[in-house]
Each structure stands twice: as structure tokens, then as C-alpha cells.
Nanobody, 121 residues
Framework: QVQLVESGGGLVQAGGSLRLSCAAS????????MGWFRQVPGKEREFVAT?????YYADSVKGRFTISRDNAKNTVYLLMNSLKPEDTAVYYC?????????????????WGQGTQVTVSS
């Protein structure tokens, strides 16, 4: 069993930056694909980024967001720059015991509770 705890959300002005963190339990964190998703009310959960040994991004965030992982700390990060109002959402961290890029929310086994990101115009 893996438990994920996100932190770092908040309110920021457009053009600003935030860094989200996701701390994971478990001894084999380095073998897990980690993903970030986001969701707004009434819409499906949307893929943002994933990382195995390499990162992969949704087109909507490419060049603005950076996903990274620190296996020694069992933590994955999402650095969000040049934030836009349309980035406003609850951001979720997800994990799967695989080293394959996964972009669908149903492909992940473990989820955090989510952290709210609000970007004001």
C-alpha cells in the first residue's frame, strides 16, 4: 500500500509560480511511475505530467511546468511557472507500480487527497 500526501497549493496571481510536493510512503518509491493530475468541478480529471526516469507533459503545461522526483526523499514535485487562471484546479498526485508513462487517471492505483491551486487574473 502506498499513501500520498500533497502540499504546496495556494492562491497566486497570474504569471506567478507555485511548487507542489507529494510525499509517498513505501520502500520502492523509485520503481513507481508518479503523475500529477488536476480537476475542476464538473470536468474529468486531467493529465498534467508524469515521471518515470524521464518526464512527460500535457501540451497545455509544456514549457511552464516541471515535474521532478527525489527518490531519497520519496517525494515528487511539480514546479509551476507562468501560471494562468485556467490552471486553477485541485491538483492530485498519483502512483503506479510501473516504469511506463501513464496519462490516464484510471491507470493509476494510488491517489493523494488533492491540493487546491487558485490563479487570480
Amino acid at each position: 500500500q502506498v499513501q500520498l500526501v500533497e502540499s504546496g497549493g495556494g492562491l497566486v496571481q497570474a504569471g506567478g509560480s507555485l511548487r507542489l510536493s507529494c510525499a509517498a510512503s513505501g520502500r520502492t518509491f523509485s520503481n513507481y511511475a508518479m503523475g500529477w493530475f488536476r480537476q475542476v468541478p464538473g470536468k474529468e480529471r486531467e493529465f498534467v505530467a508524469t515521471i518515470t526516469w524521464m518526464p512527460y507533459y500535457a501540451d497545455s503545461v509544456k514549457g511552464r511546468f516541471t515535474i521532478s522526483r527525489d527518490n531519497a526523499k520519496n517525494t515528487v514535485y511539480l514546479l509551476m511557472n507562468s501560471l494562468k487562471p485556467e490552471d486553477t484546479a485541485v491538483y492530485y498526485c498519483a502512483a503506479k507500480d510501473t516504469m511506463v508513462f501513464l496519462t490516464g487517471p484510471r491507470e493509476y492505483d494510488y491517489w493523494g487527497q488533492g491540493t487546491q491551486v487558485t490563479v487570480s487574473s
